[in-house]
């Protein structure tokens, strides 16, 4: 099976700052991945495909990049609404696996 | 609006049985893979299982496997799981989720059904 590795787990930032996940693949998975955002008691929500393609409604302050092992899901200007939890996902080969999650704080 | 609504979750003792419905509206169900995936309480979010648009592919989690059966009804709009010899380590909210077209990632779920498995 393929492991994904997000780090950090927990990561605190403030209302405006530029905010960097990132996630590894144990084998290259080339660009077969997604990134969600969920909050507390709801369903994760599909904020990018396919590593960079952005899912219709997203805003544009969300952008992911990378290809193979290594991708990262960057918010370009943090605002409250996007204090969650995010997850990457591949679907390169079963079984389809999530990373563990990086939680977003408020400083 | 797509719209998936979870429902035949509750408390079930080790070993027992259960069956959860997602009933879809909002598009052409017959046109979409569906998945369920399951969250413990405080963890992660796991994939359990895959159903092709007209069931001509199916494929489970090692975890569940011979465990659970996914099963749809296209002309009902609804996907189905159901869970047998359940286990504590089962207790978990199910979401499904619709396929997005042209991949195995998950553009809309439901809001989850929850399943406790003690005694």
């Known amino acids: 099976d393929i492991q994904m590795t997000q780090s950090p787990s927990t990561l605190s930032a403030s209302v405006g700052d530029r905010v960097t996940i990132t996630c590894r693949a144990s084998?290259?998975?080339?660009?077969?991945l997604a990134w969600y955002q969920q909050k507390p008691g709801k369903a994760p929500k599909l904020l990018i495909y396919?590593?960079?393609s952005l899912e219709s409604g997203v805003p544009p302050r969300f952008s992911g990049s990378g290809s193979g092992t290594e991708f990262t899901l960057t918010i370009s200007s943090l605002q409250p609404d996007d204090f969650a939890t995010y997850y990457c996902?591949?679907?390169?080969?079963?079984?389809?696996?999530f990373g563990q999650g990086t939680k977003v704080e408020i400083k | 609006e797509v719209h998936l609504v979870e429902s035949g979750g509750g408390l079930v003792k080790p070993g027992g049985s259960l069956r959860l419905s997602c009933a879809a509206s909002g598009f052409t169900f017959s046109d979409y893979s569906m998945t369920w995936v399951r969250q413990s309480p405080g963890q992660g979010l796991e994939w359990v299982s895959s159903i092709g648009s007209s069931g001509g592919y199916i494929y489970y989690a090692d975890s569940v496997k011979g465990r659970f059966t996914i099963s749809r009804d296209n002309a009902k709009s609804s996907l189905y799981l159901q869970m047998n010899s359940l286990r504590a380590e089962d207790t978990a909210v199910y979401y499904c989720?619709?396929?997005?077209?042209?991949?195995?990632?998950?553009?809309?779920w439901g809001q989850g059904t929850l399943v406790t498995v003690s005694s």
């Open positions: 084998q290259s998975i080339s660009s077969w």
């Open positions: 396919k590593a960079s």
């Open positions: 996902q591949h679907y390169n080969s079963l079984p389809w696996t």
């Open positions: 989720a619709r396929t997005r077209s042209g991949g195995d990632c998950y553009s809309h």
